[in-house]
């Protein structure tokens, strides 16, 4: 595992990066949900979004300091109309992440 002194300046230790697609509505309120899950179990976490205009509409969170894909899947999986379906398996493989 690197040491904070060995990251580049702009990278902290607690770096995610989640991209998401902008869809029809922007995609705003999956990435707020991905960032609150984040910042449940990293409260200090530097987090960066990437938007992108193409499908299949996806989100990916990466723990940027490995390049570690932490969760990926598709984005109606944080959809609030279905319930954010998919915060379980985010928020478990945070808790993971942050054992390791």
Request: neutral net charge; aromatic residues 12%.
């Amino acid at each position: 595992m690197a040491s904070s002194s060995s990251l580049p300046p702009s990278i902290s230790n607690n770096h995610f990066l989640i991209e998401y697609c902008s869809s029809c509505d922007g995609g705003r309120q999956e990435f707020q949900v991905a960032s609150n899950l984040i910042k449940d179990i990293f409260p200090d976490a530097e987090i960066e979004e990437k938007k992108y205009d193409t499908y299949p509409i996806t989100v990916t969170i990466t723990y940027t300091p490995r390049s570690y894909v932490v969760w990926k899947g598709d984005q109606r999986e944080l959809y609030r109309k279905y319930g954010h379906p998919a915060s379980y398996a985010i928020r478990e493989a945070l808790e993971k992440l942050k054992k390791s």
